[in-house]
């Protein structure tokens, strides 16, 4: 199976924190501590969760149970970030994008 990416992003922030405390790492290129906050993390690893129980539950699976499925995730999974996000790269507040030196903001 796939590691979820939030066990990712998890072990990161860990391993990140851990740096800084040990002072091999500056504070401001600790990355994960910002974008991937707890409340952020738990509230995406809730979205996927219910999709695999949902999906693991379909019986029989049928494309249109699975696109639905599909779909209630992604629905999901954009209502995240504006609610639970810390800054965004390009400045600004949650979920507004702000203009950084011809980068994308994301």
Known sequence: MIERV?????RETAEQEAAVAAGTMPREEAYALTFFPPAFVA???AALEAYEREVASLRPPTDEAVWAAVERVVVALTRVRPRT???TRG???PGTPGPRAGRPAW
């Not at 939030?6 to 998890?10: A, E, P, Q, S």
């Open 6 to 10: 939030t066990h990712r992003w998890r």
């Open 43 to 45: 509230a995406v690893d």
């Open 85 to 87: 996000a810390g800054p």
């Open 91 to 93: 400045g600004g507040s």
